[in-house]
């Protein structure tokens, strides 16, 4: 009789796109509802003494929650520069020797996106209030992207301590950097490289297989669709792509963003009543700011991170992060999650 093979504790599963390795531990799997045993309580902060209850002097921008332009307390969202920044005004593309060492300036900007109420998460917004941020969004990463300095604009999301978000009142960020990222420059070249071998989207690809396959899709609309990675770094993680082929954000027409903002929004939702409000970052990777042809073949897209699970010696040991359920269990979870 043949001896029957042993089944491994684990898979390993690479990423189509950066050529990751993540392992997906089902022998060590939970139920979605174990996520959410010994959770901490939400982080809140004293609304009297928070810094975004009114409208900014010096705002960039600044909407009513029908999109109008705000000029006093009616206000909904707000872009402001932000008090300690990170990046600045300064010389750019000037690069300098330090010994065998290379440094250039910090040169760029660093701005805030406010929403109005202390307490509520986009989560827990309307479809226009949460299009009204898309929209901010978009027009600063516009104006941005118009200075010289610019290489890539950075749009992310902070929610809860573990996630590092310093101030509990909703806001996202926007940096706008004189150099590209190493992990966009990674996706840009895994997706160039897919491109050259088959004249085809690596992204694109990803989306008409999930879409056929059907396990891994959370939600979808006419104009974007929520999956679980093949290859999520951590559980519950989730990416939202438009299902036109667009290099850069910046260039999503209205209904294009509104329907990216209902599916932030509603994907938000789920995730919070499904998991108790778990801590998270998201962020938007696009294509860095140059000619239209220059990144053709990148596919922008959001990509939500809950704080699920915490590096530990074999992560920093090894860059392979280990997810304890996986992600079509996740994807059924939240897909059957109603908000």
């Keep these: 009789m043949a001896s029957r093979k042993p089944v491994p504790p684990s898979e390993l599963r690479q990423d189509i796109v950066s050529g990751d390795w993540v392992a997906i531990a089902t022998a060590r799997a939970k139920r979605p509802h ?3 045993e010994n959770k901490k309580p939400e982080f809140r902060q004293p ?21 109008s332009a705000a000029s006093g307390d009616t206000w909904w969202v707000q872009v402001i520069p932000n008090k300690y920044p990170a990046f600045g005004t300064g010389e750019c593309a000037v690069f300098h020797r330090a010994g065998p060492y290379q440094w250039t300036p910090g040169a760029g900007f660093h701005e805030v996106v406010v ?26 990463a516009a104006a941005m992207g118009k200075d010289p300095c610019v290489k890539f604009i950075s749009i992310f999301h902070n929610h809860g301590r573990a996630a590092g978000a310093s101030l509990s009142h909703p806001h996202s960020q926007m940096i706008a950097l004189p150099v590209i990222p190493p992990d966009i420059a990674r996706s840009l070249r895994g ?36 999956l679980a990675p093949y290859a999520s770094k951590t559980a519950f993680e989730m990416r939202i792509f438009p299902k036109v082929h667009r290099a850069r954000f910046e260039e999503a027409v209205a209904e294009e963003y509104s329907a990216f903002a209902g599916a932030l929004r509603i994907t ?5 009543k499904g998991l108790s409000s778990p801590d998270y970052n998201f962020f938007i990777h696009t294509a860095p700011v140059a000619s239209a042809d220059t990144y053709s073949h ?24 280990i997810s304890t359920i996986a992600p079509e269990s996740a994807a059924t979870f939240l897909r059957n999650i109603r908000v």
């Design 34 to 36: 174990a996520f959410v």
């Design 47 to 67: 609304k009297a003494v928070c810094p975004f209850e009114k409208l900014h002097p010096g705002a960039l921008l600044a909407y009513d929650r029908d999109g």
């Design 115 to 140: 929403t109005r109420d202390h307490g509520r998460s986009i989560g827990a917004m309307n479809h226009e209030e949460a299009r009204q941020i898309v929209r901010a969004y978009q027009e600063r």
């Design 191 to 226: 997706s160039a490289e897919y491109f050259r071998a088959h004249n085809v989207c690596v992204h694109c690809a990803m989306v008409s297989f999930e879409r056929k396959a059907g396990i891994r899709i959370i939600y979808e609309n006419d104009h974007c669709v929520v």
């Design 268 to 272: 938000l939702a789920k995730l919070s």
């Design 298 to 321: 990148y596919h922008w897209h959001l990509e939500i991170v809950p704080k699920t699970a915490i590096w530990a010696g074999f992560e920093i040991a090894t860059g392979i992060e």
